[in-house]
């Protein structure tokens, strides 16, 4: 995961450092570093921002008044010199509050909670949707769960059987496995599994339609069993 991130702040000390900070973190890239919190829809705008370091202490327009102006902000993490205003910004659902001169290990730490945060927002979305676009070539397939029958790994690419085709997809199993958030249950090292169209189960096989029999490694019987035993 990498975070486009904005860095707003009137010194360009304090801009210097956190533009440093963000080149040496390898999930940080920086979209931009601006002097001034009026100039900061211009910069929404001109593509995604997921991560604002955001100074609250500048002239015409302060930090505090940016939050207030914004229907959707990205994710904040201020940056000040002042400690007064740490009750306030945290009414705006800032993700941290870093008080200048901001050191390396703490400006790290509060770049983790931010990509937590984000994975987990992620890891949500991925649970909500019942659909999940595939890419075969120059073709993107808009495919529900509930039609992949199973998946079998290719080499470097992956084998989606669907009811009345097959899709050769650029993607590892493992991949396809988080993908699936649970949807698709991995029951070999080679085979990912929808558990409703399994048709039946015997011994260390099982029997998906049309009349395909699959392996079940022993890592994975286990689990399995559990799974389909309630």
Sequence with gaps: MTLNCLIVDDEPIARSILEKYVLKTPMLSLA???????????????????????????PEFTGIDLLKSLRNPPAV????AYAEYGAESYDYEVV?????????????????KVVALSEKADQATKEQSPFIFLKEENLTHKVLFSEIRYVQAYGNYIKVYLEESVLVIRKTI??????????????????LVNLQHIVSTEGNEVLMPPYQRLPIGKVYKKDFDRLISG
């Excluded at 493992?174 to 085979?191: F, N, P, T, W």
């Design 96 to 112: 941290d509050y870093l008080m200048k001169p901001v050191p390396f290990d703490r400006f790290l730490k509060a770049v983790q």
């Design 77 to 80: 993490i201020i940056t000040t």
């Design 174 to 191: 493992s991949d396809m496995e988080s993908e699936s958030a649970g949807r698709l249950i991995r029951i070999h090292k080679s085979y």
């Design 32 to 58: 931009g570093s601006i002097d001034n919190a009026l100039e900061v829809i211009d910069q929404l705008n001109k593509g995604p921002i997921d991560l604002m370091f955001l100074d609250i202490n500048m």
